[in-house]
């Protein structure tokens, strides 16, 4: 339940904002994409379950990739999705899960 609650907050403050909620979710899409690899979506899909366990079926998963390769994040060609110069410099830009952790603390 207090997963659903958090969900749902997450969700009505996007909303509130103007953004939509799948855009939460293409950071860690693109982030278990290796640079200079073409890869499917069931390859992210299941790196998704692995390193975030974020179980994302994968009609979803299509919007969510769309919307990196729309803003340019990726590219797509022969069913397969790769990492841009913009995806690669875009994960190089995120905080590392250590450093998040020691903001919280």
């Keep these: 339940m207090q997963n659903l609650i958090f969900t749902?907050?997450?969700?009505?403050?996007?909303?509130?904002?103007?953004?939509?909620?799948?855009?939460?979710f293409?950071?860690?899409?693109?982030?278990?994409i290796p640079n200079g690899t073409p890869v499917t979506v069931n390859f992210v899909q299941k790196q998704l379950a692995?390193?975030?366990?974020?179980?994302?079926?994968?009609?979803?998963?299509?919007?969510?990739l769309n919307r990196a390769k729309l803003i340019g994040n990726l590219s797509y060609?022969?069913?397969?999705?790769q990492l841009t110069e913009k995806g690669n410099s875009t994960i190089q830009n995120f905080e590392t899960e250590s450093e998040v952790n020691r903001k919280i603390n």
Excluded: M
């Design 8 to 24: 749902y907050a997450l969700i009505k403050s996007l909303s509130d904002e103007g953004d939509d909620y799948i855009d939460a």
């Design 26 to 32: 293409w950071p860690f899409a693109i982030t278990v």
């Design 77 to 81: 060609s022969n069913r397969r999705y």
């Design 50 to 64: 692995e390193k975030y366990n974020l179980e994302i079926p994968q009609h979803v998963l299509l919007s969510i």
